[in-house]
């Protein structure tokens, strides 16, 4: 079973500090995505990403979150500035295809601003 | 309104029974997830259903399109089967995010 892989599990950051978040995808997998779930609360879309490029995102991304792949490889979430209100898992998935395909979730890595 | 509902929030099973969590949504799907996350919060996808039935060992997903609805069983339930189980889906005007019901709280007592 083929399995996506989050960096850090946990991360605990100063308000006003960058944090990167960090997925290693599965080989031939070309679709990314990024989820965010508060605790208590529903998971919520942030963003998804194809062919180097963002192809959907919320209105929750705004200008303090930014995607990309560096070395080609792994998939990474950058938040700038954190505020406390950033705290929550946030997951990366990676599907082989665009839709109606398993969603192959990370492991989620858990955000705590404080 | 949320667009996707599941009902209950919480449920309490004793080991053994059968246990059944409902999904509900308004919009146009193309698929429909069933999802499991444990109290680590890692999330598992058990089921991509866009008609019919699936089974899975002791798991069952069943959906009916034209009443937009969509159950998941567990048969012999196991103080194991504890976690969230979370319904999501496809919506036909969305492209390709999923969208999520807030997700049913499943406790198995031994």
């Known amino acids: 079973e083929p399995e996506v892989t989050q960096t850090p599990s946990h991360q605990v950051t100063q308000m006003g500090q960058e944090v990167i978040l960090r997925c290693v995808p599965i080989?031939?997998?070309?679709?990314f995505y990024w989820y965010r779930q508060i605790l208590g609360q529903k998971v919520e879309f942030l963003v998804s990403f194809y062919n180097n490029e963002i192809s959907e995102k919320s209105e929750i991304f705004d200008d303090q979150f930014s995607v990309e792949r560096p070395d080609g490889s792994n998939f990474t979430l950058k938040i700038r500035s954190t505020k406390l209100e950033d705290s929550a898992m946030y997951f990366c998935?990676?599907?082989?295809?665009?839709?109606?395909?398993?969603?192959?979730f990370g492991q989620g890595t858990r955000l705590t601003v404080v | 309104k949320n667009e996707v509902e599941q009902s209950p929030q919480n449920l309490t099973a004793q080991e053994g029974e059968f246990i059944t969590i409902n999904c509900s949504y308004s919009v146009g799907i193309s698929a429909l997830h069933w999802l499991q996350q444990h109290p680590g919060g890692g999330i598992v996808s058990l089921f991509m259903l866009s008609s019919g039935k699936k089974k899975h060992g002791r798991l069952i997903a069943t959906i009916n399109i034209q009443e937009k609805h969509s159950s998941l069983h567990i048969t012999a339930s196991h103080p194991r089967d504890s976690a969230v189980y979370i319904c999501a889906v496809w919506k036909e005007t969305s492209g390709s995010r999923l969208t999520f019901g807030e997700g049913t709280q499943l406790t198995v007592n031994p």
């Open positions: 998935a990676n599907p082989k295809n665009r839709m109606n395909t398993e969603a192959f």
């Open positions: 080989s031939n997998h070309l679709y």
